[in-house]
């Protein structure tokens, strides 16, 4: 009998469960892949329930390291050191991590400790904004991988800027759309439109969780106030994040939010919820990268409240448009996309559902036919 391919596949947070799915899939049609999930439950996540992993057909963890949050440095020391354990009992022949949370490179430095081989899925995404600890993330782990899987023809180029050898870089697309382009027919069927009264393309949809925009008054403040002009025009819907409702009311501007009327808020909701309301928005306003990834290939405008990008190929070929805290670009902007003015914006190559395909055929071709 043939020896299978053992993969630890490291997940960290709710996000990465969403691209480490359909290469579980697509591991299925394969004898030759031993796949073993692996979370390490650096962010606790209470919508973590059965309910996530049966609607979205992601099998549950092999094992839990139960790490928790904690300050960047304590917590990447916490997952290398349970890791390391983990690694040392599977016997892996190679560790597969995804984009740039803390546990992905924390598993990486062990991988590469112990002379396992990496592969990285997201690989030669840039910011250039070292103040991220992503950016960090991601030029250590990139630094460190043996296979580097690229979502777009920008982080090839990064990674040959850095001296990466071309054998390791693979453009395989961008695995967020396999999994938003499986679950959009079911996502359609979710009621949340009815139960908030909306209509199609007749509201915003809002994501705020970044630090820098809502950790100072200041600068929550300055968005809320560009909301206050928008919503003027169009229901503005925000599921809110637990940290920006707890600053909101830190801040003393409960009251202020609450007194606009179009501007409506929700408590966090469900992938299916949200790819439901997104996909039905006129436009959406976010500082977060999937939602970058995932309005592009729906070609819905976006607005990112960022004063830069790790995918700048959702703005020179998507539908996104970076702003900053910029608040008279931000109306500005909307008000074109409320006017139907929006710049014209095409699909980037390979984000066409069929990325799971192609890292499969790549760790075929590495682990399998080199042999």
């Known amino acids: ?54 609607q979205l057909q992601i099998p549950k963890p092999n094992i839990s390291l139960g790490v928790g949050s904690d300050s960047h440095s304590k917590q990447t020391a916490k997952i290398m050191e349970k890791f390391e ?34 592969i990285h899925l ?3 995404l840039r910011s250039y904004d070292r103040t991220m600890p992503e950016e960090i993330n991601r030029l250590v782990t990139d630094a460190l991988a043996d296979i580097l899987l690229t979502p777009s023809k920008d982080a090839d180029e990064n990674l040959l800027k850095e001296g990466v050898s071309p054998s390791k870089i693979f453009f395989v697309g961008n695995i967020m759309i396999d999994t938003l382009f499986q679950f959009l027919p079911l996502a359609e069927k979710s009621n949340i439109m009815n139960e908030l009264n909306l209509e199609k393309e007749n509201y915003i949809l809002v994501t705020l969780h970044r630090p820098s925009n809502v950790d100072f008054k200041e600068n929550i403040s300055k968005i809320i106030n560009a909301f206050e002009e928008i919503q003027k025009d169009i229901k503005i819907i925000f599921p809110i994040h637990p940290r920006t409702r707890n600053k909101l009311a830190e801040f003393g501007l409960n009251e202020y939010v609450n007194s606009l009327k179009n501007l409506i808020l929700t408590e966090p909701i469900g992938y299916l919820d949200f790819q439901k309301l997104m996909s039905n928005s006129k436009l959406v306003i976010t500082d977060s990268g999937g939602i970058q990834e995932e309005t592009t290939a729906l ?24 702003v900053g805290l910029d608040m008279e670009k931000m109306v500005n902007l909307t008000q074109k996309a409320l006017n139907n003015q929006w710049k014209e914006s095409k699909i980037p190559l390979f984000w066409d559902g069929k990325t799971s395909q192609r890292v499969l055929k790549v760790l075929e071709d590495y682990f399998v036919k080199k042999g």
């Open 122 to 124: 997201e690989a030669g």
């Open 1 to 54: 009998m043939v020896k299978k391919v053992k993969i630890i596949n490291v997940v960290g947070a709710r996000p990465n469960f969403m691209k480490i799915a359909p290469l579980m899939k697509e591991y299925r049609k394969y004898d030759s892949f031993e796949p073993i999930i692996v979370h390490t439950g650096q962010h606790y996540d209470a919508n973590m329930s059965d309910l996530f992993f049966n």
């Open 85 to 118: 354990d983990v690694c040392l009992d599977v016997q892996p022949d190679a560790v597969l991590v995804v984009g740039d949370v803390n546990s992905t490179m924390a598993c990486s430095l062990v991988a590469s400790k112990m002379g396992i081989k990496i």
């Open 299 to 322: 070609k819905i405008p976006c607005i990112t409240v960022r004063e830069n990008t790790e995918r700048p190929i959702t703005v020179t070929e998507g539908s996104n448009e970076i």
